[in-house]
């Protein structure tokens, strides 16, 4: 499927910084809940992510990572997802993060 400029402007992507990272044992598959910093304009939101193959939370604290920020919450369990976390899968299908190859300030849009 091909979509125009104009769809891909619908999508707000941006970069946040991981402030909190939780277990989540009632997701179906291994995962974190993420708290995640996008500045002043966008704020913090939280994320679930199945991440646990590549990353432990430790790894995860601090870190800029590039999100959609303009999904309408999902209800994953008893948890709220508030934005999606991007990557790409490996050749196992685990998920491994888009970030910044240098920091950025959170909130920069991604174009």
């Known amino acids: 499927m091909t979509i125009n400029w104009d769809d891909f402007e619908k999508i707000d992507m941006r970069i946040g910084t991981v402030t909190e990272v939780n277990d989540f044992p009632k997701a179906r598959k291994p995962a974190y809940q993420l708290t995640i910093d996008f500045g002043s304009g966008t704020g913090i939101k939280r994320s679930s992510a199945q991440i646990t193959a590549h990353y432990s939370k430790e790894d995860l604290l601090n870190r800029q990572v590039v999100a959609i920020v303009n999904f309408p919450p999902k209800q994953i ?7 999606l976390v991007l990557g790409v899968y490996d050749e196992n299908k ?4 888009l970030q910044p190859a240098i920091p950025v300030k959170n909130g920069m849009k991604i174009g």
């Open 77 to 83: 369990a008893d948890f709220i997802s508030e934005c």
């Open 94 to 97: 685990d998920v491994i993060l």
